[in-house]
């Protein structure tokens, strides 16, 4: 730690520009000059504030976890229902094939298809994401079944699981080519489940 | 080529075992040293065999689009009924987590994942794969409708891609930690969508 010294940089800003290098790259990808470059870091500051480039990763998937999950609360409380919420989140992707930015995907999902089986730790951040995401749709779902959108009898839970899913498979559809009506297309028989 | 001079070693064994090695690993994370050592070459057989890694990555590509479509149509044309091949097909990840080898997902999902985006040419053969096994589910589609299992009304190509979307998200789960109950639980919400 600068203990004693100003920090030069934004250390927030900076884990904000590591974590969409990581995003739009994935880790392997991801060289330590891409990270120096993206923060603007000297090679010594990267090592004193962030220790090494998985200790970086594991507070950007960290971060990422938070940013997304308080988006997702933030959507939900503002949605007209709950059914709503899960329709426009899902629609939302059909707009990725002809956005500005080419399709990233979900980090978490990302870094689970790319290395979560090879390392226990990363596999445990990953599941912690997973896990919060699924508790933001279950809400969703259970507010749904509240508002009569979805059937009582349903179990909240093994539809959060279907929708957390659902969204990954769709994400990667985006990734392999996927145009905007094929994405729109799968929603409808996706959404087909909740009724 | 090796005009004249007979190869030394199986070029589609050693394509073989590259394949496994890109399919566990990642094209990234895959090192020359990885490759050489799977396949048991030295490096100038296997440049002179394959030209680079990016060449040989596509070759493995190629291979496993064909061994899985095969594998697939076979499978299909032994199924009691194409409802029962859809359903065979989804349960069989159920067995992934508890089985002896860890879960890598599809290789054209997680390519698709890992750098399509990126890379055009690398975008095209996805593309390419995918329409490929959305073919076979269409071809499934289209079997259980005959049968009468799937209404006849629904659009085969609209399922056939709902179909290959959800099993790139369960794979995607797998790999993220979930287990063979949850992986059940969400299938039975997954077929729901051809009732």
């Known amino acids: 730690m600068n203990i004693g010294r100003p920090l030069e940089f934004d250390p927030d800003q900076a884990l904000h520009d590591a974590m969409h290098v990581f995003w739009c790259k994935g880790y392997e990808a991801?060289?330590?000059?891409?990270?120096l470059k993206a923060m603007d870091l000297s090679k010594?500051?990267?090592?004193q504030t962030f220790g090494s480039k998985q200790q970086l990763f594991e507070r950007c998937i960290g971060r990422y976890r938070e940013s997304m999950a308080t988006a997702m609360r933030e959507r939900l409380d503002r949605?007209?229902?709950g059914r709503q919420f899960i329709?426009?989140?899902f629609y939302a992707v059909a707009d990725e094939p002809n956005g500005p930015v080419k399709p990233r995907g979900c980090l978490v999902m990302n870094t689970?298809?790319?290395?979560?089986?090879?390392?226990p730790l990363v596999a445990e951040w990953v599941a912690q994401c997973v896990d919060r995401f699924k508790n933001i749709f279950q809400a969703?779902?259970?507010r749904a079944q509240q508002e009569g959108d979805i059937a009582a009898d349903k179990d909240a839970a093994v539809l959060a699981h279907y929708l957390v899913s659902s969204m990954s498979g769709l994400k990667t559809m985006v990734k392999a080519g996927a145009g905007?009506?094929?994405?729109?297309?799968i929603v409808r028989v996706i959404l087909c489940a909740l009724d």
Do not use: G, I, P, W
């Open 30 to 35: 991801t060289s330590l000059q891409d990270l």
């Open 44 to 47: 010594s500051s990267f090592y």
């Open 79 to 81: 949605a007209a229902s």
């Open 87 to 89: 329709a426009e989140m």
């Open 112 to 119: 689970a298809n790319e290395f979560a089986q090879r390392d």
């Open 140 to 142: 969703a779902v259970q």
């Open 180 to 185: 905007a009506n094929t994405v729109k297309d």
